[in-house]
């Protein structure tokens, strides 16, 4: 069963405008929620993250959303740029500060368009 | 900066052989994890170690053995290598979160 939701596999966006991506947990021991990038051949890069007692955080260009009645976050983008093409994974964590592993989502691939 | 080392890029190896990947992180991190990311499904998460000697299971640990002899360094083991093991696995180190990623190892299987 799969605990972490991306259920748009590709978003095709144009440059400068907004990026939505959206994902969605089953988990409810889930406290901590984490957005990753990838390109190819790299391994993932953290972006962005936001613990269960926030519903919103914000750095530069990246916002991360948190619905914790709809199990859902979004992670937006503005405004978008070519280097932004990438994979963007959606990870969650049950005990925030403790040894355990991330749950992934299967991924979004972002296309900026020029 | 987190570097998180992983020693190999790509590797190729037979159905059979006992198959070693390596992972060396430089920020004294506690925790250590193995994933693998395989085209449609994201990243699952294999064995993880909190400390030297320890490890734990995480999703799909068949097929697959793990070493933690020194803080810095946490080996996964293909004990005999098979074809449904062909993918990319991706090392990570952390203290608290997040998590820093190496740049992965793409194994392939013949």
């Known amino acids: 069963d799969q605990q972490v939701k991306q259920n748009s596999p590709s978003l095709s966006v144009q440059e400068g405008r907004i990026s939505i991506l959206n994902c969605d947990y089953t988990?409810?021991?889930?406290?901590?929620f984490l957005w990753y990038k990838k390109y190819p051949a790299e391994g993932p890069t953290f972006l962005i993250s936001?613990?269960?007692?926030?519903d919103k955080n914000e750095d530069g260009r990246f916002t991360v959303f948190l619905n914790k009645s709809a199990k859902h976050l979004s992670l937006h983008i503005v405004p978008s740029q070519p280097g932004d093409s990438a994979v963007y994974f959606c990870a969650a964590s049950s005990r925030g500060g403790g040894a355990d592993g991330l749950t992934f989502g299967k991924g979004t691939h972002l296309i900026i368009q020029p | 900066d987190v570097k998180v080392t992983q020693s190999s890029r790509y590797l190729v190896k037979r159905t059979g052989e006992k198959v070693f990947l390596e992972c060396v992180q430089d920020?004294?991190?506690?925790?250590m994890f193995w994933y693998r990311q395989d085209p449609g499904l994201g990243l699952r998460l294999i064995y993880f170690?909190?400390?030297?000697?320890?490890?734990e299971k995480g999703d799909i640990p068949e097929g697959y053995s793990v070493s933690r002899e020194k803080k810095e360094r946490f080996s996964l083991i293909l004990e005999s290598a098979s074809t449904n093991q062909t993918s990319m696995y991706l090392c990570?180190?952390?203290?608290?979160?997040?998590?820093?990623f190496g740049d992965g190892t793409r194994l392939s299987i013949l």
């Open positions: 990570a180190s952390r203290d608290n979160q997040p998590q820093h």
């Open positions: 170690s909190y400390d030297v000697k320890m490890k």
């Open positions: 936001i613990s269960s007692i926030k």
């Open positions: 988990n409810s021991m889930f406290d901590y």
């Open positions: 920020m004294d991190h506690e925790n």
